[in-house]
C-alpha cells in the first residue's frame, strides 16, 4: 500500500489526502467551505467486535463483562466487504477487550487485506507475542486504557516499544479522575510518557453509570486546562467529545486539528451484534440503531433516522436554531456546535 491516498470527494464536494502511515487526514472543501459529511459513507468506523471484558470496571459505558458476546468472523467480513466499497479508511476495533475475541489476527488480517487500517484500545489484558506481530504488520497504531493498577497499561507501552508500535494512552475524565490527569501533565511523567505517541483524554459518559461524576461539576476543568496549555514535552489528544470544554483555548491549537463532532457526518459505530449507530454513545440507550442483517451500511449511513436527525441538529446554525440559548451569542460556536447533542456532558447548561 502507498502511504498516502488523494481522493476526490466529489459527491461531497471535499479532497481528502490521508496518510496510511501516520493516520493523518486533510480534507479541502472544493467550494471554500469546510466539509460537512461525506456523502457515500463514513470514513472512520467504530467497530465493537466483543462486549466481553475481564476487567468489568463499574464505569464502563458499555457495560463490558465475563459474559460478552464475540462478534462472528463471518459477519465481520460481510461489514468489511462493504466498508471498502464505499471508502472507508480506518476501523477502531473496540469493545470490550476486542484482543480477546478468538479470531482477533485473523480480524487484523482481513480488515488490511481490504485496504483499510485497522487499530485498536486495549485494557492491556490478553496481549501476545502474536499479537504484537500481528499489530506491528497490520495496524497503525492501538492505544492502552490508562486506570488502576496500571501494570497492565505499562508492560503494553513497554512491549509496542519493543516491537515499534505507535502506543496511545487513552485517559477517561470525570470529576473523579481529573486530579490525576493534572498530576500526570504537570509533572510530567517521562519515564511513562517517553514511550508514548500521545495521550487521548475522553469525555467520561453516564451511560450506565451516574450523571454526578460527569466533567462539567468539576471545580479543576480549568486547573487541568491550563496545565494543557503548559505542555511541550508530549503530544495531547482529545475526543470530539471534549469540544465544548477546548472551544476557549482553541488558540493553543492547529485550527486543522479542532473538529465539532464528527458522528454521523465521517464516522459510525457498529455493535457486536450488527446495529449501526452515529457513535458508540447511543448504544445501549433509548435511541434506535439499524440492523445490519437487514439494510446495508450504505443505506443506514445516508437514511438512518438517527444519522439524518443528529446532522439536522449538528447543522442549526444555518437555520438559526442552536441548542441552546447561550450558542447563539457564543462567538466560539463554530468551533463547538453545541458540543454532543445527545447527551448533558457539555460545558455549558442546556
Not at 327 to 340: D, F, N, S, T, V
Amino acid at each position: 500500500m502507498g502511504k498516502c491516498l488523494l481522493r476526490n470527494c466529489k459527491e461531497s464536494n471535499y479532497f481528502l489526502c490521508f496518510d496510511r502511515d501516520e493516520g493523518k487526514f486533510i480534507r479541502r472543501g472544493t467550494n471554500g467551505e469546510n466539509p460537512f459529511w461525506n456523502v457515500i459513507g463514513p470514513e472512520l468506523l467504530d467497530i465493537s467486535i466483543t462486549n466481553f471484558c475481564e476487567r468489568e470496571c463499574d464505569f464502563c459505558y458499555r457495560a463490558s463483562n465475563r459474559h460478552g458476546k464475540f462478534m462472528s468472523l463471518k459477519d465481520y467480513e460481510y461489514i468489511i466487504e462493504q466498508a471498502e466499497n464505499i471508502g472507508v479508511l480506518q476501523v477502531a476495533l473496540g469493545g470490550g477487550n476486542p484482543n480477546q475475541h478468538p479470531a482477533f489476527i485473523k480480524i487484523l488480517e482481513l480488515t488490511r487485506k481490504h485496504w483499510i487500517i485497522p487499530s485498536y484500545t486495549t485494557n492491556g489484558q490478553g496481549m501476545s507475542e502474536e499479537i504484537y506481530f500481528a499489530t506491528k504488520k497490520y495496524c497503525g497504531a492501538i492505544a492502552v486504557s490508562w486506570y488502576p493498577p496500571y501494570n497492565d497499561a505499562m508492560n503494553v507501552i513497554e512491549k509496542c516499544h519493543e516491537f515499534g508500535i505507535k502506543v496511545n494512552i487513552h485517559f477517561m475524565l470525570n470529576k473523579e479522575t481529573i486530579n490525576e490527569a493534572i498530576d500526570l501533565l504537570e509533572n510530567h511523567h517521562i519515564d511513562i510518557l517517553k514511550n508514548t505517541n500521545a495521550i487521548v483524554f475522553l469525555n467520561y459518559k453516564p451511560i450506565h453509570t451516574s450523571s454526578d461524576l460527569n466533567l462539567k461539576f468539576s471545580e479543576n476543568i480549568d486547573k487541568f486546562l491550563n496545565s494543557i496549555k503548559k505542555v511541550r514535552e508530549f503530544k495531547i489528544g482529545f475526543d470530539s467529545c471534549m469540544i465544548s470544554y477546548l472551544a476557549p483555548i482553541t488558540e493553543y491549537f492547529i485550527d486543522e486539528t479542532v473538529e465539532f463532532c464528527d458522528a454521523g457526518r465521517f464516522s459510525a459505530f457498529i455493535s457486536e451484534d450488527l446495529i449501526l449507530y452515529p457513535c458508540s454513545f447511543y448504544n445501549d440507550t433509548k435511541k434506535t440503531g439499524i440492523d445490519l442483517n437487514i439494510h446495508s451500511l450504505q443505506a443506514g449511513w445516508q437514511g438512518g433516522t438517527e444519522f439524518t436527525k443528529l446532522r439536522e441538529k449538528l447543522s442549526v446554525a444555518s437555520k438559526q436554531e442552536y441548542p441552546i440559548e447561550l450558542c447563539e451569542r457564543c462567538q466560539k460556536y463554530q468551533i463547538c456546535h453545541g458540543g454532543c447533542q445527545v447527551f448533558d456532558i457539555n460545558r455549558c447548561e442546556r
